[in-house]
């Protein structure tokens, strides 16, 4: 599975929209990279995943580049419950159980 | 519904002896993983374990044991704890063994410390 990069810090105000970067100049054609975050004190949650096209859901979107070695979660409206650690992960579809995080990026929502 | 339950939520214990954590995957889910989290790491994956048997393996010392019993629950067993086994025990699970939705649902951690 290909290696991720991501900033180990951001802060965002609450309300403005939270644009968090990820590489992934290592992967392949055909691994997934998908988006958790993890609050405090809780266990990770899935946000979302895609391929090659932008993903939207109820939570977030993806926006994948065409080169696919670098990729943007936004949070549209941030809030102050949206403080967590975020971690990318790039994973080959097909695969069992396991994803490789890394130390992700800890977003600080801001009142 | 119920979410992935875990127990215990918090538990202390001292060099060499053993743990045993367990874990209640969503009802109709048929696949559980482990994770160890140490403080300000990411989790590292330790087993995946599908229809009973193990599926995957994490870069883990003998020491680390689990299994799944017909229910689908699982444990995993520690034995001679170390001090660098203190760590957040995550349980997660999924419908199958295969993940092609990307969604693992994790429980809420077993936090173990070793003194």
């Known amino acids: 599975d290909a290696k991720t990069t991501q900033p180990p810090s951001m802060d965002c105000a609450e309300g403005r929209a939270a644009n968090l970067p990820c590489n992934h100049s290592?992967?392949?054609?055909?691994?997934?990279v998908y988006w958790y975050r993890q609050i405090h004190s809780q266990g990770p949650q899935y946000i979302i995943h895609?391929?090659?096209n932008n993903e939207t859901n109820e939570m977030a979107s993806l926006i994948i580049t065409e080169d696919r070695k670098s990729s943007t979660l936004i949070l549209p409206h941030a809030t102050l419950r949206d403080t967590a650690v975020y971690y990318c992960?790039?994973?080959?579809?097909?695969?069992?159980?396991?994803?490789?995080f890394g130390q992700g990026t800890t977003l600080q929502v801001k009142p | 519904d119920a979410g992935v339950t875990q127990s215990p939520t918090h538990l202390i214990k001292t060099r060499g002896q053993h743990v045993t954590l367990r874990c209640s995957p969503i009802?109709?889910?048929?696949?559980v993983s482990w994770y160890q989290q140490v403080l300000g790491q990411g989790p590292q994956f330790i087993f995946q374990?599908?229809?009973?048997?193990?599926?995957g393996r994490g870069n883990f010392p003998d020491r680390f044991s689990a299994r799944q019993f017909p229910n689908y629950s699982s444990e995993l067993n520690v034995n001679a704890l170390l001090l660098g086994d203190s760590a957040l025990y995550l349980c997660?699970?999924?419908?199958?063994?295969?993940?092609?939705?990307?969604?693992?649902?994790f429980g809420e951690g077993s936090r173990l410390t070793v003194l």
């Open positions: 997660a699970s999924s419908l199958g063994q295969v993940i092609n939705t990307g969604e693992l649902f």
């Open positions: 290592t992967i392949s054609g055909n691994e997934y």
């Open positions: 895609g391929l090659k």
């Open positions: 992960i790039v994973r080959g579809s097909g695969n069992t159980g396991k994803l490789i």
């Open positions: 374990y599908y229809e009973k048997e193990e599926r």
């Open positions: 009802s109709g889910h048929k696949s």
